[in-house]
């Protein structure tokens, strides 16, 4: 009998290969992981296809991780518990790492991209890395909150206030989580605009205000606020076409926030911001605090992500997964787990 891959290894352009890898060292104090889940993202995507600024091969990919503590660290969470990862490396000596927003370090690093990730059976992680989950928490649903966590951040950056008409566009991961956290967070309405039918669909699903297939989101958003706009923008598509609307569905002294990441510059009506005294917000990954808002959301059931429309790979089936994750056609997030029985065991 073959021995099942105890890693995905990514080797160049589009070739991601089940293989067998040593245990991984842990350095003394951290962490070792039995790795439950791991998601798939477009930062995945772009370091299969070698588009990625930093990545190199060979390398696991993973940065989407829930598991199991295997071997407790020196610190964190017990053997045995649940966790999910907070991938982020940063400095700890530049501006930004000396000011409180490692977040943003200038040389801001992930497990999965400039370390080793969690396509693998198991994972080292320092243990002030890791986000216990209580043992109720499917693993599959703590894969998620790397992405949720992008969404709190997003939404805690925004000066989104209660009772907001809010407008999400794109209805991908993080703009159906987006949406959710800024409905959970007190958003009176939430307006979804989104190409593809399936994720409508999903987003219809969740009780999400959607526009439908050639509904103008002008024409939706004039009739909730009068012709005003919306209150708060989250632009989680990151296309040209929604840059070039962002201001004009937005009021007067509203709120515009970059989530999703544009790959080249792109116009945006810099005039109408300043016409309307918008006020224009990027954002990149989270905070640890949010990383902990996502744990809270999940361990509360505050979203209902048991509906979140997932589909789980084996680690031997990886380059299927990528495809699937590709496509996007009839899931939104693809997860990926090393080894199905000790899931489906932990989750009887």
């Known amino acids: 009998m073959t021995a099942a891959p105890t890693a995905a290894v990514w080797e160049g352009p589009d070739v991601v290969r089940p293989a067998h890898l040593p245990a991984p060292e842990v350095p003394d104090g951290w962490a070792l992981l039995d790795v439950a889940c791991n998601g798939i993202c477009g930062s995945d995507l772009s370091i299969l296809h070698g588009t990625h600024p930093r990545a190199a091969a060979p390398l696991v990919m993973g ?3 829930s598991g199991w503590v295997a071997r407790a660290g020196a610190t964190g969470p017990r053997e045995g518990a649940l966790v999910a990862v907070e991938p982020l490396i940063s ?40 986000h216990e989950l209580p043992g109720t928490v499917d693993p599959r649903t703590a894969a998620l909150v790397e992405p949720l966590a ?7 950056l925004s000066g989104m206030e209660r009772g907001d008409v809010v407008s999400v566009q794109g209805a991908g ?27 409508r669909e999903v987003a219809r699903g969740f009780g999400l205000r959607v526009a439908a297939d050639g509904e103008e989101l002008t024409a939706v958003l004039d009739e909730l606020t009068g012709g005003e706009g919306a209150d708060t923008t989250f632009d989680t598509a990151a296309h040209p076409s929604v840059a070039a609307r962002l201001s004009s569905t937005t009021r007067v002294l509203g709120r515009v926030v970059v989530v999703g990441v544009y790959k080249q510059p792109t116009p945006l009506d810099l005039q109408g911001v300043c016409f309307r005294e918008q006020s224009l917000q990027g954002v990149r990954v989270y905070t640890s605090a949010d ?16 509906a979140f429309p997932t589909t789980v790979f084996a680690l031997a089936d990886v380059a299927r997964a990528f495809d699937a994750a590709a496509s996007g056609s009839d899931c939104l997030k693809v997860l990926v787990t090393p080894r199905p029985e000790l899931l489906e065991d932990r989750t009887a």
Not at 187 to 197: F, K
């Open 91 to 130: 400095c700890g000596r530049c501006r930004a790492c000396r000011t409180g927003a490692a977040h943003v370090c200038s040389r801001l690093g992930l497990f999965g991209i400039d370390a080793p990730g969690g396509l693998a059976t198991q994972l080292a992680v320092p243990p002030d890395r890791l």
């Open 150 to 156: 992008v969404a709190v951040h997003a939404v805690s």
């Open 63 to 65: 940065h989407e991780v």
């Open 173 to 199: 991961p993080i703009g159906l989580l987006t949406a959710l956290v800024a409905r959970a967070e007190g958003a009176g309405t939430v307006v979804v605009t989104e190409p593809g039918p399936w994720r």
């Open 291 to 306: 990383v902990r808002r996502a744990v809270q959301l999940v361990a509360d059931d505050a979203l209902g992500l048991a």
